[in-house]
């Protein structure tokens, strides 16, 4: 590879491969492509300072420096990072080329790309040597248990309860960015790591070194955006249920709390309170006065959150118009439907900026006049009846190509309106996210997920990881969404559950309780009142025992809420997650790094949730240090493993000790 200097980037040509190489903010972006020049797109990447990197050419390659982190590229186009003579990540290939001790003849390059037949781009595999010992965290939110990804393969793809936000940190001291939102997929394998995608035109990755988990972080969020300002009114109880018919339910349920003293920061309002989809209004027979809603939710200190759909009914009164001017996601073949829950629905295409301007007016002339300011956009991966990523086609591109930003550009445009209103400390609910969704006030929950305890042992890992992701903001259905209330291990789930939620960024109640057996209020086939509703869902509504428990955990949390406030900061101040895997706090220590059932919620307090049905006792291990057991103020030394009782109304918390 013939390699050139300017100006702090390295470019390197070998026949129709284009290799450049230079800093991005606190790290290092690599780029390749065997197409004439590189995208003008910096794809998640947003914030590169004033890094300059120092490049210097010699008879082997090229050396590219930026802080701490080097990269040593060799006359074949293969790189090398490194930290001081610590090798972090290398590329791996098994060719004839270069100093190679396995076998030469596979003929198996770092950078892959595969011609599509009849297009301008490529499928894509890059490929690096696996590291003996190797620990990755982050990437996102994915249902399974694995706190350690390490030995995994993972879909590149947006479904309901999944989000790939494709950012790993290591164990090793690295920090990896695949920037790149085409479908695809990652394996962490014991022979080599490979990122692919489906569709794309370039190679981009980008890569940080640091001493720190901390530092690790600091330097991704410094490149990719951090959250906002989180809003103080915000940190207590969120509730809602599938689903709220009526302005009256609604009002009844915000009344009941106030009755009992309890605050209530936010009651939603959930889909379907429309005439069809797509409209993104209220159905009036149903909400008859949503001023005056608004003014008694306000007077008792409760915001109000309403359910913004992606879909768009064909019967809708905004559908025509949207189609005439290019606005829904287009099919690349056969029907134009793309979704067909409960209609005959196509989904407004987010990548246009013109289709955010458009549905923000609708949201603007139907909610936000009546003083809602905080909203629910769920289905935002978007979520289709089938992911046929390749049959569908956006604005800014084939969905195999860019779909994956499609949540990102989803919330991106609302909290851009929300500015431009003069809006402060912005939050919007989200089923989805991307690489730097948390800029634009994004609070990510986990989808549809059961209602059970493998389930909610799928969201710890997924909390933990999303929040290294960079994701700060996350929550989950509190009891799983779909949940049937007469099952007799129910409440001992919910109460377990809520316990977690506690300690939790958000506290959340939701789900779809059944059984379904409350008739509709309609026989029509839409409005406000065909839908189906689940059974209550309010803290009161499973019995004395998970109420007394609940309201016990509701309590602590708000006794914590400045606390909770200044963990909030240092998210939007250095980008450290809310909840933390143990290592973020505790790196020396080896026994953190492999600890997946309890976590750091900040600095100060060590979460033991309880994971397992009918547990009444449980390990934990705490770090060196003094710590303070919270529920009877026993003091603990750290660096051993106590086993704690753990009886339904009691979930162990542990104060470290300054």
């Known amino acids: 590879m013939r390699y050139t200097a300017k100006d702090g980037v390295l470019t390197g040509k070998s026949g129709y491969e284009t290799l450049r190489i230079e800093a991005f903010g606190r790290g290092l972006r690599v780029r390749a492509t065997v197409k004439p020049a ?16 120092d490049v210097r050419l010699h008879d082997g390659g090229a050396t590219v420096t930026v802080g701490a982190l080097r990269c040593e590229a060799d006359n074949n186009g293969m790189l090398s990072f490194y930290k001081g003579d610590t090798v972090l990540l290398r590329e791996y290939y098994r060719d004839w080329r270069g100093n190679n001790a396995h076998s030469p003849s596979m003929k198996v390059t770092a950078r892959a790309y595969t011609p599509i037949t009849g297009s301008e781009d490529v499928k894509l595999a890059v490929r690096f040597e696996a590291n003996e010992g190797e620990k990755m965290f982050g990437m996102g939110q994915y249902q399974q248990p694995q706190l350690d990804l390490k030995g995994c393969v993972l879909e590149l793809a947006q479904r309901n309860s999944q989000a790939s936000v494709p950012f790993y940190l290591s164990n090793r001291g690295y920090g990896f960015l695949w920037n790149n939102p085409a479908v695809g997929e990652a394996v962490f394998g014991a022979n080599y790591t490979q990122f692919s995608a489906q569709c794309t035109d370039e190679a981009d990755y980008w890569i940080t070194a640091g001493d720190t988990p901390k530092e690790i972080l600091y330097n ?38 106030k009755r009992r003293g309890i605050p209530l920061d936010v009651i939603m309002i959930d889909f379907f309170h429309w005439p069809w989809q797509g409209d993104w209004r209220f159905d009036q027979k149903y909400w008859p006065d949503p001023q005056g809603m608004m003014d008694e939710l306000r007077a008792q200190g409760t915001r109000c959150m309403v359910s913004v759909w992606p879909t768009v009914d064909r019967r809708s009164e905004n559908y025509a118009d949207m189609r005439e001017k290019g606005l829904l996601v287009r ?18 295409d987010a990548t246009n900026p013109e289709a955010r301007n458009y549905i923000w007016q609708k949201v603007k002339n139907n909610y936000y006049r009546y003083g809602i300011d905080v909203f629910w956009l769920d289905e935002s991966e978007p979520e289709y009846s089938a992911y046929d990523f390749d049959h569908y086609r956006y604005h800014a591109g084939p969905a195999l190509k860019v779909s994956n930003a499609f949540p990102m550009w989803h919330v991106r445009g609302f909290y851009e309106h929300q500015r431009a209103e003069g809006q402060e400390n912005i939050v919007n609910l989200t089923r989805c996210a991307w690489v730097g969704s948390q800029k634009y006030g994004a609070v990510v929950w986990s989808g549809d997920i059961k209602a059970n305890f493998a389930s909610m042992r799928d969201q710890l890992a997924a909390g933990l990881n999303i929040g290294i992701a960079g994701i700060p903001w996350w929550n989950s259905d509190t009891g799983g969404f779909f949940g049937n209330v007469t099952d007799e291990h129910f409440t001992e789930l919910l109460i377990r559950w809520f316990q977690f939620a506690a300690f939790c960024p958000i506290l959340r109640m939701h789900g779809d309780r059944e059984p379904h057996d409350i008739p509709p209020l309609t026989e029509l086939d839409h409005g406000g009142g065909f839908c189906f509703t689940g059974r209550p869902n309010e803290l009161w509504s499973f019995g004395e025992q998970a109420y007394t428990v609940m309201k016990k955990y509701l309590d602590l949390r708000l006794s914590m809420k400045e606390y909770i406030q200044s963990v909030m ?4 101040e250095n980008g450290s997650p809310v909840i933390r895997p143990m290592f973020y706090e505790f790196p020396e220590d080896p026994f953190c790094w492999d600890i997946a059932d309890q976590y750091m919620f900040g600095g100060e307090y060590l979460v033991a949730p309880v994971l397992y049905e009918g547990m009444r006792e449980r390990q934990v291990y705490l770090p060196q240090g003094k710590w303070q057991y919270i529920h009877d103020n026993v003091r603990y030394n750290g660096g051993q493993t106590v086993t704690m009782p753990v009886p339904l109304d009691v979930m162990p918390v542990f104060r470290k000790i300054k």
């Open 569 to 572: 900061d240092e998210a939007s």
């Open 38 to 53: 590189f995208s003008a797109w910096d794809k998640a990447l947003c914030s590169a300072g004033n890094a300059r990197a």
């Open 220 to 257: 991704f969020t410094d490149a990719v955006g951090r959250a906002p300002r989180f809003p103080a009114d915000a940190l207590g109880l969120w509730q809602c249920k599938l689903r709220y018919r009526t302005q009256e339910e609604l009002l009844a349920v915000a009344r009941e709390y």
């Open 331 to 348: 099919t690349d073949r056969g029907s134009v439907q793309t979704f067909d829950f409960q209609g005959d629905t196509c989904i407004y």
